[in-house]
């Protein structure tokens, strides 16, 4: 694909479609080509052609983003201005619907949603989905590539469909896949791992668990045992449900991930030995960064479009314990989409990214 | 007013009701006499008699407060467990439509909304409440007296209906009056009363506003020119609308008023004279700490039920900074609310509240 | 012991020496009889008597505590004041110097810091006490009881040493202790304690790790398999090194610690066999409070003297998340100091503590 | 000025300096001429060519600045590398010391600190700097010209020296200046500024003050009546000490300045007249974001270069409220600087700001 290429964003009134509009707006190769912003807009908007982007994110203003606006969503406003891919940023209900027909129109299409992440039906349940079982979504599904370049480069770089991964699936895979696929883990004795992440998290919706007061001065673990990106772990990992505990806490600040790993080792490794085999697993990777001598803390990722990985080994060799932190709405979901993207089109990965 | 004196409450599921409730179950004359906490209760929970108090509020469970309840709200609950003071810790509308009944049943009422602090029907306005005009409401604000033992120690002591102060109003009028009823100020050359606030004092409704993304890292002005705690402070003050300017602004944290207030003087200062005039005014009063040599700021304040006083004089002796803490929650409405309970029942006035 | 007992502080300037001095002002067995606070007076304030505590906490001040002061140390001072109790809240090496005196003066003592918490002296490496190894040293080491009342109750009420718990330690040895005496855990498996303190567990010393720009909008893990509360929940759980992993974070708030803890069971176990392990443990333990129900957040202990457990069991009944949660100057610190003042006294043990 | 122009950064180690490091690394026209980062190093770094500038700031990391470093200091290096543009990052008193020898070297400098701002001596006797009244302060001061390119931009282009404008000054001169300008105030009532940071503004040394335990969940006024900026108000607003109080507050957050300001006019204005002469004034500055319709928060403007105005105006007419919001470490400091280098170079003026 080469010349000026046509985005469109669906869902840019959350967080991650903000922090999108952002990457999308000031990406090098996409100058002079902004998104289609397009979405639901109500009656008393439709007279002034939609909503100015920055009535909804006033950060976005500026020179440029000035004039942009949130249009009514038709899917011949996309084929009048030529979109070929197409971010769909909204709940996973709505991608389940809206996906197919993107399809079917010939774009291409990165998923922020749920929707299109999980290969196995059981691990779909707890989603609930409405049209689950049916030959469109499972054939929607199968061309459904999972959008983490560090995993799947090859397979992203031609799909039609990638699915981009959840912000804590995102967190834990990289940090653990590394480790499994070298078969250094002694399973049986499990793998734990204890997650805490922003309140951006818990998406725009004013909720009780949202509220200032609630969030605050506070820490709240939640979905223990039952949350719904554990289906990515086991599928990326390679991990049977009993062999992984995953915990995600609510942390007063507004945005980043830090998960806490713990993982045993089938037999005593070095610091050497542990940090060879992620410098050997992310050396094509732009946007890891693995540290070798220290262990990463929130600050180093957020607001950059960076995971940062480290760990430490306990006396003994066998026991470690890994850091792993990204920004959410960025590694953990626009800037991956973006990521995603530079691929897709034969782009260098990390451009608009650093 | 002697022995066992029985208190309710109505409105503990809030922010403010949820301090009140703590404040009146360690009150050292209240021991053995737990308030009566009535209000809406969900059919589900009538079966078990009502909601426990620490699935409300977790924070208030330990071995007194583990078998209380809220009760299904009605005046033959009151009335049977022998109700004497009612606290009202509702909206202002719904205080509008109890408080003349509850009068009318023989109980005092403390009442914490906005309803009845307004004398003047102008200043009434901006709450535009349904009786405006009716006799029972002009009666009921009759019998009002505005509770701010500061102010009005007196009056409060003998009456059936205390109008608890916002939490603003306190926080700017315990600063100003002392030095507008000892005929200091400039008044023509006006008094700017820029006041910030925590969340809670927002609600506990989850609201675009209370979100913790709209409220963190943040600080938002609101209500410039309009906020309706601005009668209050014409009231009490004594002092004309194009006089005062009261800019309310939202703080990224959960609890805590500081006002920072402009004003000149008719005639230069010293320090000792601004200083003596607040010590002689605050001689008799317990729940304000002047701060002689300091500014005081929101941690002095938090967690406690007094309010902060301090100032700057600039170096011609015309014009000061003073600066006003409180906790919105305590000083700034439930402490407030316990000293007024106090006078009324002609106990020590800090009893409780230290 | 009956009648007027005098305490004093020594260490009033930190965060855990305020909430004492708040905590004993309160106390209503030693209403009349406040504590003594003595400590480093500089040369400046030695004319006036000391330095007020209103100007070391401001938070504190009000009519009570309006006149007391920190005094210069002496012991002549606690003998004048006839002190019996003394609270030492004091850095570890000079709890190790001061204690010993203190004991030899004839007082009891309640020692806040690390200095005496240890029997093993492998445990007291990380330490690197000064006096390791010394007669003295070991002679006062075996009259210290370690001061947790739910596990130790009856050793505290004759000691003339308590030595007060850290507030990790608490945390995690009040969530693992009852299933690990009752013999449930599979232990080959390991526990895993993943614990978040606020930053006033970091103590009062401006540092760079105590920076707001550093901890604000921030989550760091520290002391990764090193950390030197680990050795107490050696000795008090009762499980040796290579079978926990105990990993402390710094988390954006002023105060609170929760510690998600993950164990497996020998055998699979039911929600109620759990709970009435947890129910029977801490049947007599008014400041434990059990939840059966939910998990407890950071916000349901913070600002009150309790520690706050409650458990997840899995699907299988073989692995349990447990959350234990306290606030880390309270029960993690003066709360639980005051609480063995109580036990010491034969007073009710949660006397000024609700 | 035309090609390859290579600037250096002293004082990258700071919260503005890394700032600085981030814009001038993106900058589309220094693709492939990163700054020169010189400074004090350690001996221990010498030996390894300096510090990686991702050990000091981690978040910097990626595969462009993955090999930067902090040099020693030394004119020849300057030289060495052709530096023609000098960041000076430093406190004020290194500065003083400093940018008269750059400027003999023939560098043009932008000098982020409080060094050079101001005209009157009177204004600088705040700063007390060793060297007033030489002849080289006095012949370096003519040749400064006051950074902030919405008031000075001509002078700005031609200038040898620019002295980047204080964080609160820049909040609080563009609100104001265009009113004042146009002649609309009634400077006899008085402007009030009443302005509120970020800790960072406070700078990176650990004191009492950036302790999170004093800033977090606090509010605090400070500098009442002396703190230095005020100068440059007087200066740039051409207005009397005792016609304007400036009072800066400390807010619990890490970056952001709102200020909040008071004005009377002298005649009655409408919202129409008022916004005519901010958008006349700031017609051709990109970095303003001048907002008809509402008030800007601090979220707006944070993570971006821009400064964002707004204001309410009384329904006399008389009298105005004024939010101004920025980014004190971007358009309070480092993006200012790198607009002022645009303006100095002829570039664009929001090159690589957006």
């Not at 349940?125 to 459904?144: H, K, L, R």
């Not at 820490?219 to 449900?241: D, K, M, N, P, W």
């Not at 693995?290 to 803390?297: A, D, I, S, V, Y």
Request: aromatic share 8%; with cysteine; glycine share 10%.
């Amino acid at each position: 694909m080469t010349g000026r290429v046509q985005t469109a964003v669906v869902g840019v009134t959350g967080y991650a479609g903000a922090e999108l509009a952002r990457l999308l707006l000031r990406h090098p190769r996409l100058h002079g080509a902004p998104p289609v912003f397009a979405g639901r807009v109500e009656e008393k908007d439709l007279a002034r052609g939609g909503v100015p982007l920055v009535e909804i994110h006033p950060q976005l203003g500026g020179n440029g983003a000035g004039k942009l606006k949130l249009q009514p969503f038709s899917w011949e406003l996309l084929a009048e201005r030529g979109v070929e891919v197409l971010f769909q940023a909204t709940p996973h209900d709505i991608s389940r619907e809206v996906v197919p027909i993107a399809l079917s129109h010939g774009l291409r299409v990165i998923d922020l949603s749920g929707a299109w992440r999980l290969t196995h039906a059981a691990n779909r349940a707890v989603y609930a989905f409405a049209d689950e079982g049916s030959d469109q979504a499972a054939a929607t599904q199968a061309q459904a590539a999972y959008g983490m370049p560090e995993l799947h480069r090859a397979k992203i770089a031609g799909a039609r469909l990638v699915a981009n991964p959840g912000c804590y699936a995102t967190s834990v895979i990289l940090a653990v896949k590394p480790l499994a696929a070298a078969g250094l883990l002694d399973i049986d004795r499990g793998v734990i791992a204890d997650a805490k992440s922003g309140v951006s998290g818990a998406g725009k919706a004013p909720t009780a668990r949202t509220h200032f007061m609630y969030a605050a001065d506070n820490l709240s673990a939640y979905g223990v045992f039952t949350h719904r990106h554990t289906g990515e772990l086991l599928e990326q990992i390679g991990i049977a449900a009993e062999d992984i505990v995953f915990t995600p806490h609510l942390l007063p600040i507004p945005r980043g991930i830090l998960s806490t790993i713990y993982v045993r080792f089938k037999q005593a490794q070095t610091r050497e030995s542990v940090a060879g085999i992620y410098k050997e697993f992310f050396a094509g990777s732009p946007m890891v960064r693995f540290h070798e001598k220290t262990l990463p803390q929130i600050q180093y990722s957020v607001h950059t479009n960076y995971a940062d990985i480290g760990f430490q080994l306990d006396a003994s060799g066998r026991r470690a314990v890994i850091v792993s932190c990204l920004d959410n709405l960025l590694k953990g979901a626009a800037g991956q989409a973006v990521q995603n993207l530079n691929i897709m089109l034969d782009w260098p990965e990390a451009e608009g990214l650093e």
